[in-house]
């Protein structure tokens, strides 16, 4: 069965940086895209970036400049790169990898930007 472990979240001040991770456990046949999204408290789920299996990436017109999504295939791992973060990206982010057999979530983790 495959899971999606995150990894990278945390407490970061305004203007600080975090890189998150997902990385799967188990094999997923013939991924068509990875991407990531957030929920922040009393909103809906939001896409952050994603990027196709060509390496084609599409960002959130609020993070382009700041966040960088990359993907390593062989490892089927899926990063963000966060740079600026602001007080209003708090938000339990969560990644998803869409291929062949399905499409896949993992657990969330936390970002939280305050001083």
């Known amino acids: 069965q495959v899971q999606l472990v995150e990894s990278g979240g945390g407490l970061v001040q305004p203007g600080g940086s975090l890189r998150l991770s997902c990385a799967a456990s188990?094999?997923?046949?013939?991924?068509?895209?990875m991407a990531w999204y957030r929920q922040a408290p009393g909103k809906q789920r939001e896409l952050v970036a994603d990027?196709?299996?060509?390496?084609?990436?599409n960002y959130l017109d609020s993070v382009k400049g700041r966040f960088t999504i990359s993907r390593d295939n062989p490892k089927n791992t899926v990063f963000l790169q966060m740079n600026s973060l602001k007080p209003e990206e708090t938000a339990v982010y969560y990644c998803?990898?869409?291929?062949?057999?399905?499409?896949?979530w993992g657990q969330g983790t936390q970002v939280t930007v305050s001083s």
């Open positions: 990027i196709s299996n060509g390496g084609r990436t």
């Open positions: 998803k990898i869409r291929g062949l057999l399905g499409t896949y």
């Open positions: 188990g094999r997923i046949p013939s991924i068509y895209a």
